[in-house]
């Protein structure tokens, strides 16, 4: 994965990003979509749903 300004961004730490906010979350249940405008509105990252599907789905989150 990447950032809009070209840096690489690992896995792991979008796998925290989002476990972090699953669980400092406010009760509402989000789906993967919501998921992936999250990740690109708020860290600019260049990524795609199915991915974050898949990042979802092997972290039983």
Request: charged letters at 25%.
């Given at each position: ?22 669980i ?38």
């Amino acid at each position: 994965m990447w950032t809009v300004n070209g840096t690489k961004v690992a896995e792991g730490q979008v796998l925290e990003w989002l476990s972090a906010l699953i669980i400092a979350g406010d009760g509402q249940a989000y789906g993967y979509r919501k998921w992936t405008t999250w990740l690109r509105r708020e860290h600019g990252l260049i990524i795609n749903k199915k991915t974050v599907y898949r990042l979802l789905r092997s972290a039983d989150l």
